[in-house]
Nanobody
Framework: QVQLVESGGGLVQPGGSLRLSCAAS????????MGWYRQAPGKQRELVAH?????ITDYVDSVKGRFTISRDNAKMYLQMNSLKPEDTAVYYC??????????WGQGTQVTVSS
């Protein structure tokens, strides 16, 4: 079992920055990939970025060059710069273990608005 808790969301103006954090607990040694997803109102949840054990990262095209994902053992981060109104969504932390079992955090709201 893995428990995930996100923090760091909020309201920011366009062009601003936010840093999201995800604290993992439980069987963290078994996690082989962690990622950030987001879901905007009326849209499907989408993968924003993920980081695989060993540090390999990947991003959805819309955030490349603006967002950076990182992980430090039991914590994962998403540094978001040059935020746009279209980045507004609930952001979820995700962790996967062998057997394709997936765990989710409760989500944190990010609102980009002037």
């Amino acid at each position: 079992q893995v428990q995930l808790v996100e923090s760091g969301g909020g309201l920011v103006q366009p062009g601003g920055s936010l840093r999201l954090s995800c604290a993992a607990s439980g069987s963290i040694f078994s996690i082989y990939v962690m990622g950030w997803y987001r879901q905007a109102p009326g849209k499907q949840r989408e993968l924003v970025a993920h980081i695989i054990r060993g540090g390999i990262t990947d991003y959805v095209d819309s955030v490349k060059g603006r967002f950076t994902i990182s992980r430090d053992n039991a914590k994962m981060y998403l540094q978001m710069n040059s935020l746009k109104p279209e980045d507004t969504a609930v952001y979820y932390c995700n962790a996967r273990i062998p057997g394709n079992t997936s765990y989710w955090g409760q989500g944190t709201q990010v609102t980009v608005s002037s």
